[in-house]
C-alpha cells in the first residue's frame, strides 16, 4: 500500500483526543485517522445504499414495508459487522 503524506489542520481539543486514543490503541496518529477516515467514507457508502433502497422501495405504498425493513435491517447489520474489523 502507498501512502502519501498532508498536512491537516485540527482544533486542539481533537488533535488531543488523537493523540490520547493513539497511545491507547497502540496506534499512530496518521494510523487513528486513516481508520476514522475510513469508517467515514464508508458509512457514506452505505448511506447511499439505503438512501437508493427508500427511492426504489419507500415510494411503494402497499405492503412491501416490511420487504423495505428487511433490506434495511441487512444493510445496518453489515455495516456494524463491516466497521468491527477496523
Do not use: P
Not at 464508508?42 to 448511506?47: I, N, S
Amino acid at each position: 500500500m502507498t501512502t502519501d503524506k498532508t498536512a491537516i489542520s485540527l482544533e486542539s481539543k481533537l488533535l488531543k483526543k488523537t493523540d490520547k486514543l493513539a497511545k491507547e490503541t497502540g496506534n499512530s496518529r496518521s494510523g487513528v485517522i486513516a481508520i476514522a477516515l475510513q469508517k467515514y467514507f464508508h458509512e457514506l457508502e452505505q448511506q447511499n445504499i439505503l438512501e437508493q433502497l427508500d427511492l426504489v422501495y419507500g415510494n411503494d405504498a402497499n405492503s412491501d414495508s416490511e420487504f423495505t425493513e428487511a433490506g434495511k435491517d441487512y444493510f445496518v447489520s453489515n455495516v456494524a459487522t463491516e466497521s468491527e474489523e477496523w
